[in-house]
């Protein structure tokens, strides 16, 4: 079982940036894609960004394109988020699962979702 623990999050000014950090246990993540996920207070929880295997492929949400960067070091087990220009909107929970890749594509996550980081972007 492929076991995720996200860190990173905290308070930040809007435009200000932030790193976060999903860290794997239980067994390596190499061989599976990684997505970022994130909750918002009364809203669905939506994809945010996705990694293949590899790290060759990435994928964005619109609302965070050229704003958000992923990206993955197999090598110590873990994905990151780089997040920069953060605007309130971007305030959420934010958590890391394993997905399914389809070609060349995010496919649905498996797993359990684990606790996720907060992130809040006010003045």
């Known amino acids: 079982q492929l076991r995720l623990v996200e860190s990173g999050g905290g308070l930040v000014q809007p435009g200000g940036s932030l790193r976060l950090s999903c860290a794997a246990s239980?067994?390596?993540?190499?061989?599976?894609?990684i997505g970022w996920f994130r909750q918002a207070p009364g809203k669905e929880r939506e994809g945010v960004s996705c990694?293949?295997?590899?790290?060759?492929?990435?994928q964005y949400a619109d609302s965070v394109k050229g704003r958000f960067t992923i990206s993955r070091d197999n090598a110590k087990n873990m994905v990151f988020l780089q997040m920069s220009s953060l605007k309130p909107e971007d305030t959420a929970v934010y958590y890391c699962?394993?997905?399914?890749?389809?070609?060349?594509?995010?496919?649905?996550?498996?797993?359990?979702w684990g606790q996720g980081t907060q992130v809040t972007v006010s003045s």
């Open positions: 990694i293949n295997h590899s790290g060759e492929y990435k």
């Open positions: 239980g067994r390596s993540l190499a061989n599976n894609a």
């Open positions: 699962v394993g997905q399914d890749w389809y070609g060349h594509r995010c496919g649905p996550p498996f797993g359990s």
